[in-house]
């Protein structure tokens, strides 16, 4: 994280939301983020939102999507904190659908 990004999120909450498609994360994420003033950072709509964009990160996206593969954690990564700078108002982060295997939570 660069460093401006460490002195705007100094000590932020955050929450993984994890369960199988279909659970209710996205419903219990929408209801904490109105309750306690959270951010709800959702990974399938970030990687969707990149994929639309013309960024290096937008056109390698679709590719890997496709092919059914993950997507690098370097990439997950840059596009968490990226949201989560975007919202240094926020008393913490729900990060719905991350991580997805062992290796991107010790990146994390």
């Known amino acids: 994280m660069p460093p401006q990004g460490q ?3 100094k000590s ?13 994360k996205g419903t219990q994420c929408k209801n904490m983020t109105t309750k306690y ?11 969707w939102h990149e994929a639309q964009c013309s960024s290096w990160r937008g056109q390698k996206i679709p590719d890997i999507m496709l092919q059914g593969l993950l997507v690098p954690t370097g990439i997950i ?4 904190s990226d949201n989560t700078l975007s919202c240094p108002e926020s008393r913490g982060f729900l990060i719905d ?3 997805r ?7 994390f």
């Open 37 to 47: 003033g959270l951010c709800h950072v959702g990974l399938g709509q970030l990687l």
């Open 7 to 9: 002195s705007i999120l």
């Open 101 to 107: 295997e062992l290796k991107q939570a010790k990146e």
């Open 12 to 24: 932020p909450l955050i929450i993984f939301v994890m369960g199988g498609p279909g659970c209710g």
């Open 97 to 99: 659908d991350f991580p």
């Open 77 to 80: 990564l840059d596009v968490i």
